[in-house]
């Protein structure tokens, strides 16, 4: 499954939203520098959708905040 997520770095409240256009806004508080966000967005979806993190996989945005992330099946 593919989706589209909005990614907010250090934020002080880390968690899982879901918009009205589908769109899912992951918070994490890492900060965006070496890779450290998109860690704890990988980490943060596996644990959302009950799967292991070499399941989920960042397609497009890798340097960006708007990204499409495909979770496959376990």
Avoid: Q, W, Y
Avoid at 14 to 30: K, N
Avoid at 44 to 61: D, M, Q
């Amino acid at each position: 499954m593919r989706i589209s997520i909005r990614v907010m770095p250090r934020s002080k409240k880390p968690g899982i939203e879901a918009r009205p256009d589908g769109t899912l806004v992951v918070r994490v508080s890492a900060p965006s520098v070496e890779n450290r966000a998109n860690e704890a967005v990988v980490e943060a979806l596996a644990g959302h959708f009950g799967v292991p993190r070499r399941l989920v996989s960042i397609l497009r945005g890798n340097t960006g905040r708007n990204k499409i992330v495909e979770i496959g099946n376990p």
